[in-house]
């Protein structure tokens, strides 16, 4: 079974061209915790590759595992072109930070986006506002999560070791702000169901830099 925590991927509308051991191949979605990327060539459970792909000019590449893997079709030349997810094993130099930069950035468009929709206009701006600081490494005083459940129309928090996300909140790092978290829920309450996934996807930021330290 599948971490839940390679769940949380960014659905890219426009894929990302990168790597894979030194091939073309394209980046469709990716988290913190992995990514889905079309290549050449067939994959197993559990062999190991590099991706690589640029973030803003600057060079990213980590060393994946293979979770998954299916054939999806044939490319001009008779080779096969396959659907791989993969977990992140090893993020090579400063991969790992330029990496949640740039998914907090794609958040951030979507995010500004969104607040054209009148329904979630509110929560969601106020949602920008506090997600652009979740993580922040100055402020790490304390260690592990805290899961944020919202049922019924309460919320209910619990401390956790764990960084996965629930279906019915998010989770943070413990050392986040009480106000800041306090903002976030008030987002997540008026948000649509792709806005929560966006701020479960972020909220994952948070929860991994917990786990980093």
């Known amino acids: ?4 925590r390679e769940y949380q ?12 051991d030194g091939q073309e191949a394209l980046i469709l979605d990716i988290g913190v915790g992995g990514a889905f990327i079309e290549h050449y060539g067939q994959a197993l459970p ?14 990213v590449e980590f060393v994946c595992e293979v979770r998954r893997s299916f ?28 990496l949640e ?12 986006a969104q607040r054209a929709n009148a329904r979630g206009e509110l929560g969601l701006s106020h949602g920008e506002a506090i997600l652009a600081h979740l993580g922040d490494a100055q402020r790490m005083r304390t260690r592990g999560c805290v899961t ?32 800041e978290v306090h903002m976030l829920r008030q987002a997540y309450e008026t948000a649509d169901a792709e806005g929560r996934r966006l701020i479960r996807l972020i909220a994952d930021l948070s929860a991994h830099a917990a786990h980093r330290r």
């Open 1 to 4: 079974m599948l971490d839940r």
């Open 9 to 20: 991927r960014l659905n890219l509308l426009k894929p990302i061209l990168g790597t894979v």
């Open 101 to 112: 930069k740039m998914i907090a950035s794609f958040i951030s468009r979507i995010l500004d």
């Open 71 to 98: 054939v999806v079709r044939l490319a001009r030349d008779d080779s096969k072109v396959s659907h791989t997810g993969a977990r992140f094993v090893e993020a090579i130099g400063d991969s790992e930070e330029l």
């Open 46 to 59: 559990g062999d190991q590759f590099r991706l690589g792909f640029l973030s803003e000019g600057a060079p």
């Open 148 to 179: 944020h459940s919202f049922a019924d129309g309460q919320w209910t928090s619990i401390r956790t070791d764990s960084a996965n996300q629930p279906d019915d909140g998010f989770t943070v790092a413990a050392f986040e702000d009480e106000e």
